[in-house]
């Protein structure tokens, strides 16, 4: 069973950075896609960046893509930690951030968030000016 522990949220000012990071476990040998998501209040849940592994490629959120990094550490095992590096953060980067991965035999990782079936908890980041 795949289990995701995220981390790293915080409150930070306007313009700063933020690395988050999730750890994760469970993982077989097959493809898989794992990705952040974010929800504010009353918004739906929205897909930042997205990797896949083994054989490393990296999908971005057009809404995102010039201020995120998304990477992870171990692209094999059963193990990882992916981290998602926010920069030149905004006001309404405000939400609460997800990790969330699935197995994906072929084509490319998506941000639809009912392609998902782990998911972590959650961590909080809060931008103020």
């Known amino acids: 069973q795949v289990q995701l522990v995220e981390s790293g949220g915080g409150s930070v000012q306007t313009g700063g950075s933020l690395r988050l990071s999730c750890a994760a476990s469970g993982f077989g040998v097959a493809r898989k896609c794992e990705a952040w998501f974010r929800q504010a209040p009353g918004k739906e849940r929205e897909g930042l960046a997205a990797i896949s592994s083994p054989g490393v490629s990296t999908y971005y959120a057009d809404s995102v893509k010039d201020r995120v990094t998304i990477s992870l550490d171990d692209a094999v095992n059963a193990k990882n930690t992916v981290y998602l590096q926010i920069n030149n953060l905004k006001a309404e980067d405000t939400a609460l951030y997800y990790c969330?991965?699935?197995?994906?035999?072929?084509?490319?990782?998506?941000?639809?968030?009912?392609?998902?079936?782990?998911w972590g908890q959650g961590t909080q980041v809060t931008v103020s000016s």
């Open positions: 969330a991965a699935a197995y994906r035999d072929w084509g490319p990782c998506t941000f639809q968030p009912n392609e998902y079936n782990a």
